[in-house]
């Protein structure tokens, strides 16, 4: 199948499982092509299964804003004809299933019938919470979609409880290919960021405020006052200067490193003992997942889909947003004991084996097939 994927080719959740999710097709015989406006970050080989399509926005003095979505649209059309595509997958209702939808409509025009899934993640829903100028144009991306995905069955309550959703969500979960965790090296070098003595926790994240990367600063405060510690804080966002200044309010400067955002995440989580996720909501925690597979255990906040990956007790623990002492003390368990902590990363693992994306793709696939066919159902010849 010919499969075009619409993301952001960002380090955030969505451009990371669009572009897996799109490696891992190709690697089953489909033939994928991406179309965005920048060549996605885990995207590092092209090849005849893999291609990439820059969508370039002319600019005009006639708009304040640059029209992304009138220029994403038209690639769509043109990608679609040239490569007699056979599928489009949108990730985030808006811009682009809006800008799906209207590809959509320019190919009928041209009796070119194309189904489009939309995936779900986030932001796109969570958004309108706050800025409910949007709710129209989400509501008709999601309700003409072929298919709705979610990536949790948290993301698709809020949803329905949002939105005059007139389609079916599927819950189809965030994933990652543990294969790529089997580290080939031997030596995570941890002697680099810490001493023996040191447990080594971690954050990682586009440090924006939803993250509430003050929490992240102050839980590790208060476990260094109990036990050796170092804080690695990795990514790059507008929190940063403010976490900056927060550590040399405490003194602690000398304890936490940023290292701003970084292609070797499996070689910082290989030396972790802990990871900080305090975060006010997340659709999935992808960043909880990445952490587990590498043996990480996970200290979290109880929000969005966060318990569906992080099991309280078993893989880590879950605290009310907000409630550092809390999170203090569950870390302080897994972290005074060292057998507590061998349990807990087990465990860790083990949870996250689930969420192999060999697990996962028959899921899209299946999708896929049943959209496909569909759309000759929908055709009046």
Avoid: W
Avoid at 215 to 241: C, H, N, R, T, W
């Amino acid at each position: 199948m010919k499969i075009a994927i619409v993301c952001y080719p960002t380090f955030g959740g969505s451009g990371v499982v669009a572009t897996e999710l799109g490696i891992a097709l190709a690697n089953r015989g489909h033939e994928v092509h991406f179309v965005t406006y920048r060549q996605p970050v885990r995207l590092e080989l092209l090849s005849n299964r893999i291609h990439f399509h820059e969508v370039n926005v002319p600019e005009y003095p006639l708009f304040k804003y640059q029209p992304y979505e009138l220029a994403l649209s038209s690639k769509l059309v043109d990608t679609i004809k040239l490569y007699d595509i056979d599928l489009l997958h949108v990730h985030y209702a808006i811009p682009h299933a809006y800008a799906g939808y209207m590809a959509k409509k320019m190919l009928e025009e041209e009796n070119i019938f194309i189904p489009m899934i939309t995936t779900l993640h986030g932001t796109d829903i969570t958004l309108v919470g706050s800025h409910p100028f949007y709710k129209p144009a989400v509501t008709f991306s999601i309700n003409n979609s072929d298919v709705v995905t979610s990536v949790s069955q948290s993301l698709k309550k809020q949803t329905l409880e949002i939105f005059d959703v007139k389609k079916d969500i599927e819950v189809i979960p965030n994933f990652i290919d543990t294969k790529k965790y089997h580290s080939s090296f031997t030596d995570c070098q941890r002697s680099l960021m810490a001493e023996d003595d040191e447990k080594i926790i971690t954050h990682i994240s586009n440090l924006r405020k939803v993250k509430r990367i003050p929490d992240v600063i102050k839980v590790f405060y208060k476990i260094q006052e109990k036990i050796s510690a170092k804080l690695i804080m990795v990514g790059e966002g507008p929190e940063k200067e403010n976490a900056e200044r927060l550590c040399r309010t405490l003194g602690i400067t000398d304890k936490v490193v940023f290292l701003g955002n970084s292609n070797e995440i499996d070689r910082i989580l290989c030396f972790s003992d802990l990871f900080l996720l305090p975060s006010e909501t997340e659709s999935f925690g992808l960043a909880a997942l990445e952490a587990m597979v590498n043996k990480v255990p996970v200290i979290s906040s109880n929000t969005g889909g966060i318990p569906e990956v992080n099991k309280q007790g078993i893989t880590g623990y879950l605290s009310e947003v907000g409630d550092i002492n809390d999170m203090t003390e569950n870390a302080l368990k897994i972290l005074s004991d060292e057998k507590t902590l061998e349990k807990f990363k087990e465990n860790a693992y083990k949870t996250a084996l689930s969420y192999d994306i060999m697990n996962i793709l028959p899921l899209y696939e299946d999708i896929y097939q049943k959209a496909y066919e569909q759309r000759f159902k929908k055709v009046d010849y």
